[in-house]
T-cell receptor, first 114, second 111 residues
């Protein structure tokens, strides 16, 4: 199984809502990533988790809060978002954060903030 | 800023080879060259990667110049399903797997 799953596929939320995005992989990968992709732009890295610990935060605003409850699961908690946060949120995983390993991407969650 | 330079777009005829160039003149000795592609509205898909030797897998071939300052991704027999944005990325093994995507090349395969 080389699949990364993300739920929900689509999410519409108001600026005062709290919601969470979920990402799951069962490949035994020890590195997991969150990316944000605006329309017609390339993906931008947000967070890297290595062995369930946050290793990289690319200066992401605190209204985005990542969580890695176990080695298979990655969440992104959203609170008080702005309309400009509307984007495709992609999750990825790789075998190990070190070394030259390919990343497997999920299909993404398309988020609209109203 | 991305460490690679790619053409904005390319057209390719179905059944022909597609050769996608990438310049990475500031590549460091411990940085690999990775290629990913993204079909519209899907997550990126890994294609291939290499350090200095040429590489081939079931999807594509990667040719890296001897000075490692540029590379070419070859799709041997392009199909309509290969229409996508292709990203050339350089990344080091000690960078937590960070992928810094550039603008990529929009490849359109036509019948």
């Amino acid at each position: 199984d080389t699949e990364v799953t993300q739920t929900p596929k689509h999410l519409v939320m108001g600026m005062t809502n709290k919601k969470s995005l979920k990402c799951e992989q069962h490949m035994g990968h020890r590195a997991m990533y969150w990316y944000k992709q605006k329309a017609k732009k390339p993906p931008e890295l947000m967070f890297v988790y290595s062995y369930e610990k946050l290793s990289i935060n690319e200066s992401v605003p605190s209204r985005f809060s990542p969580e890695c409850p176990n080695s298979s699961l990655l969440n992104l908690h959203l609170h008080a978002l702005q309309p400009e946060d509307s984007a495709l949120y992609l999750c990825a995983s790789s075998q190990d954060p070190g070394g030259a390993y390919e990343q497997y991407f999920g299909p993404g969650t398309r988020l609209t903030v109203t | 800023d991305a460490k690679t330079t790619q053409p904005t777009s390319m057209d390719c005829a179905e059944g022909r080879a597609a050769n996608l160039p990438c310049n990475h003149s500031t590549i460091s000795g411990n940085e690999y060259v990775y290629w990913y592609r993204q079909i519209h509205s899907q997550g990126p898909q890994y294609i291939i990667h290499g350090l200095k030797n040429n590489e081939t897998n079931e999807m594509a071939s990667l040719i890296i110049t001897e000075d490692r300052k540029s590379s070419t991704l070859i799709l041997p027999h392009a199909t309509l399903r290969d229409t996508a944005v292709y990203y050339c990325i350089v990344g080091a093994t000690d960078s937590w797997g960070k992928l810094q995507f550039g603008a990529g090349t929009q490849v359109v395969v036509t019948p």
